[in-house]
């Protein structure tokens, strides 16, 4: 691999975004910043939120997406400030996710979720936020992990594995992890292996909003928690995202400051999953932007030289 590929979404038009990088460091947006996938043209709310991406070992790629509008009122799309009752369901509440695959980056198919229409203790889905996307060796499967809620009631991590064409859950989705005793809310879960340990980041709301992290032996848990914060300075930080430097056995766990004007990504560096070194924000340190800003809850892989000339030659 030659190069990095960064998605995110902006609250401006709620649409997918991707920027390059061939060192790791400076980071470049194509499209001239604008989206490169339309929200409205692909999600039942009209906008998408927290996207992530992932290359998975049968040469696909996979994009998901938290279906969901948080201006959709402003914008619009609908009458009302949320998709429901908000006294019932809550800030931001959404029925679904957005899924795409694609061989090449370029050409995506498309599919919604509807987690309401599972029925059962799912007809009152609250929220389905944050979706992440891995291969579970052990199972042969992608699985996908979110966060959710019931109602307007604490949020937790959920998982379920999907077919072989991204189109649909094979089962129910099961809990993942949560809170001691379920007192707090934990949301934006990440999940990196390395050398036979899976590393669970994670944003724990049992205080101010910051990045924590759990440990497990198996994928699906269950994940022993520890007590420290890997974000910096805990002031309102969400959506960590790990990646792996090239040729390096140093990691990234990118995360979203959300509470900062304007809001920005942080950046923190480990070698082993013990010690972390944060190295700043973007453009407050080595890491850099050149053509664009106010991005939020990013994710990063590794591409080839030639995929990513081929998304510059698409959208320049």
Not at 166 to 180: C, G, N, Y
Request: hydrophobic share 35%.
């Amino acid at each position: 691999m030659a190069a990095y590929l960064m998605v995110y979404h902006k609250d401006a038009d709620h649409g997918l975004h991707m920027a390059i990088s061939y060192d790791g460091y400076a980071f470049h947006a194509l499209n001239k910043d604008s989206a490169i996938i339309d929200g409205a043209k692909i999600a039942s709310q009209k906008g998408i939120r927290d996207p992530h991406i992932y290359r998975a070992p049968n040469g696909y790629f996979y994009l998901a997406m938290t279906d969901l509008h948080v201006f959709g009122q402003r914008d619009g799309y609908r009458d009302t400030q949320w998709e429901r009752d908000g006294e019932r369901y809550g800030w931001g509440n959404n029925k679904g996710l957005v899924l795409m695959r694609s061989r090449d980056l370029i050409h995506w198919s498309c599919t919604r979720l509807n987690f309401q229409e599972l029925g059962g203790e799912w007809s009152e889905v609250g929220c389905v936020w944050a979706p992440e996307i891995i291969y579970d060796a052990q199972a042969g499967k992608l699985m996908l992990h979110f966060t959710s809620r019931k109602g307007k009631g604490i949020n937790r991590i959920y998982y379920v594995y999907m077919n072989d064409e991204f189109t649909q859950m094979e089962s129910l989705p099961k809990l993942l992890f949560e809170a001691p005793e379920g007192k707090y809310s934990v949301i934006d879960s990440d999940i990196m292996e390395h050398e036979g340990i899976f590393h669970l980041y994670y944003v724990s709301h049992e205080s101010t909003a910051t990045i924590k992290h759990a440990t497990a032996t198996n994928i699906t848990g269950p994940y022993r928690m520890d007590d420290n914060y890997y974000d910096g300075v805990r002031r309102g930080h969400e959506a960590p995202n790990c990646w792996k430097r090239i040729g390096q056995d140093c990691w990234v766990v990118m995360h979203d400051n959300y509470r900062i004007n304007p809001h920005n990504f942080g950046f923190t560096e480990t070698r082993d999953f013990v010690h972390y070194t944060p190295i700043g924000n973007f453009d407050q340190g080595v890491m850099t932007r050149s053509n664009f800003s106010e991005q939020k809850h990013g994710a990063i892989i590794q591409i080839s030289k030639k995929e990513a000339r081929r998304l510059e030659k698409r959208w320049p």
